[in-house]
């Protein structure tokens, strides 16, 4: 927590999923044993490390590609996106 006890890092595991939407009706999700989540002092997610089995998938009108990976980073734009178990 910083000086005014807002979070600023957090660790989700047992196998959570990042969910994102992206611009023209694309989406983003991410599965890991283990998510680690930076905050802005704001409150949004800056950046998430996904680390181990990660699997990914982005959908878009012209297809999906798919990713995996021992461990990626992703970087975030402000207020989109959420986490689910």
Known sequence: MDSTFH???LIAEGH?????????????????????????????????????SVNGNRTAKNGTDHFTAAQVEIAMQPERIWCEK
């Open 7 to 9: 979070a600023q890092h």
């Open 16 to 52: 959570p999923i990042v969910k994102s939407g992206a611009e023209n009706g694309a989406t983003l999700n991410v599965t890991a044993e283990k998510f680690e989540g930076f905050l802005s002092p704001a409150g949004w997610m800056q950046r998430i490390i996904a680390a181990g």
